[in-house]
């Protein structure tokens, strides 16, 4: 932790549904890695709790990651916010400070760009990318997309004016659509599936028309959470598409350089997951 902090190197990712959180197995194994002791669990709390949670949680710790459905409340809780959380007005850390103000985060668009570019060998500059949803995921990866040179962000949401909103946002290079008109919106070079549908079970109907094979699909959820639109991506004949777990360890490198000063070594402990 921080040179000088006196906050104790108590860490936990706060979800709704959790269990499946692979975020505290890629923690211990940065920490490993870069000689870093820590404790690091995963806490369930429901939307209602969540706020009393994480800050009973924050008195006695340095940092907490946050996920699905908690991003905009963790991004209303903290009295500063980073460039990155501000733009999207979501969070996915929050850092307590010494002097007890909390800081928020978004570490998600970073770490899907690298991803995307680093790992997955995606060319971002000049595409046309579809962005399916317009929660607190999509707000996390939206405006790093267009900073990575993407020509055009489409954005689709089942309630358009969310969609709308944060197209406004984003500036002219962003549009939203309704989810009724999926089928006249034409072939994309990048579809990013950033709905809470795979994750909650729900099914995930996607016209054939939006891909090619030289479509690259990307699912922001891993594992059985992936698995619909993956599935869907495979019919649909793309070039390639894979689940957020890349996603998912090079964001939290970014957390843990922020609670520590290092950035660990990313490839490793992706193999060791990917493995898994």
């Not at 505290?24 to 209602?48: K, M, N, S, W």
């Not at 008195?59 to 459905?69: E, I, K, R, Y």
């Not at 009295?79 to 909390?102: I, M, P």
Request: net charge neutral; charged share 15%.
């Amino acid at each position: 932790m921080p040179a000088g902090s006196v906050l104790p190197p108590r860490y936990a990712v706060f979800g709704h549904p959790i269990s499946h959180s692979l975020s505290p197995a890629i923690h211990r194994l940065f920490g490993a890695q870069c000689g870093v002791a820590l404790e690091y669990t995963a806490v369930d709390a429901a939307p209602a709790a969540f706020t009393d949670t994480v800050r009973r949680f924050l008195a006695q710790a340095h940092g907490a990651n946050v996920t699905l459905p908690h991003k905009a409340a963790a991004y209303a809780l903290a009295d500063l916010h980073s460039a990155a959380a501000h733009r999207a007005g979501s969070a996915n850390v929050l850092t307590r400070q010494a002097d007890g103000r909390v800081d928020a985060h978004n570490t998600d668009g970073i770490g899907l760009v690298r991803d995307l570019c680093e790992r997955q060998h995606c060319e971002l500059h000049g595409r046309r990318v579809l962005l399916l949803g317009a929660g607190g995921a999509a707000r996390g990866v939206a405006g790093d997309l267009l900073e990575a040179g993407v020509d055009r962000l489409v954005i689709v949401n089942r309630t358009a004016a969310t969609a709308a909103a944060l197209a406004e946002r984003l500036g002219p290079r962003a549009q939203a659509r309704g989810w009724d008109a999926l089928a006249q919106l034409g072939r994309f070079d990048l579809i990013v599936q950033a709905t809470s549908a795979g994750v909650l079970g729900a099914g995930l109907q996607l016209p054939a028309s939006l891909a090619d094979h030289h479509t690259v699909g990307y699912d922001l959820a891993y594992g059985v959470g992936a698995a619909a639109f993956l599935a869907w991506a495979q019919a649909a004949g793309m070039a390639r598409a894979c689940d957020g777990l890349g996603m998912l360890v090079e964001q939290a490198a970014e957390a843990f350089a922020l609670w520590h000063g290092t950035r660990p070594a990313t490839d490793p402990v992706y193999a060791q997951l990917r493995a898994a």
